[in-house]
């Protein structure tokens, strides 16, 4: 089966710009997640859709950070604007259902670099 | 939320000898524990998991093992290759069944010499 699919693969831009990404999870997959993945660290959960709704969003910087999954399939990520922080490699990862039965596939990620 | 400490952050072994792993969590409802592979560059990979009604589960040269009083797990590697050189992370899930949110370690680089 295909597996998640994520664009950009690489992103630099400077700061105070913005910059999006784009998720398609697997076929028929119902929960989405968007992750960052600082460097020398493990992935942190940002946000986690079931269908197209927000399940968990506590860690989201919601005041320059958004996510939408219209439609309930893919996914986008918005940074506006971007803080030299944000510099990381935003992994989109997808699963059946919701809940630790269900194991999440991660895509290849999108590396931004903010300058 | 629940905190997931990983140790060594790298391990350097000769080929054929064995790698472990080990990490902690603090959050006593955590019940579900995922290890991932991650290779330069590509993405994260399950590899095996263990549930907390488990002590022990193996995978050919893999193995976890899960202790719930001291709240740690380990990852077991025997008869390691070169191919199994890459980042290391667990997880632990604190809210069991229902959300599935995974809280990561910071990884462990494992380089296995030829």
């Known amino acids: 089966e295909a597996g998640v699919a994520q664009s950009p693969r690489y992103k630099i831009i400077e700061k105070r710009q913005s910059v999006a990404f784009w998720c398609n999870p697997i076929?028929?997959?119902?929960?989405l997640y968007w992750y960052q993945q600082i460097l020398g660290q493990g992935p942190k959960l940002l946000i986690q859709?079931?269908?197209?709704?927000?399940?968990?969003d506590s860690q989201l910087p919601k005041d320059r950070f958004s996510a939408e999954r219209l439609k309930g399939v893919d996914s986008t990520l918005k940074i506006q604007p971007a803080k030299l922080e944000d510099s990381a490699v935003y992994l989109c990862?997808?699963?059946?259902?919701?809940?630790?039965?269900?194991?999440?596939?991660f895509g290849p990620g999108t590396r931004l670099t903010v300058t | 939320g629940e905190n997931v400490e990983q140790h060594p952050s790298t391990l350097s072994v000769q080929e054929g000898d064995s790698a472990v792993i080990k990490c902690t969590y603090s959050?006593?409802?955590?019940?579900?524990f995922p290890w991932y592979k991650q290779e330069l560059g590509k993405r994260p990979q399950l590899i095996i998991d263990?549930?907390?009604?488990?002590g022990e589960k193996k995978d050919q040269r893999i193995a976890v093992t899960l202790n719930k009083t001291a709240k740690h797990f380990s990852l077991h590697i025997t008869e390691t290759q070169p191919e199994d050189s890459a980042v290391y992370f667990c997880?632990?899930?604190?809210?069991?069944?229902?959300?599935?949110?995974?809280?990561f370690g910071r990884g462990t680089q494992l380089t296995v010499w030829p």
């Open positions: 263990i549930r907390s009604n488990v």
């Open positions: 997880a632990a899930s604190t809210r069991g069944s229902t959300l599935g949110r995974l809280y």
């Open positions: 076929s028929g997959h119902a929960t």
């Open positions: 959050d006593s409802a955590s019940n579900y």
């Open positions: 859709f079931q269908n197209n709704g927000v399940v968990d």
């Open positions: 990862a997808s699963s059946i259902g919701t809940g630790t039965t269900y194991e999440q596939y």
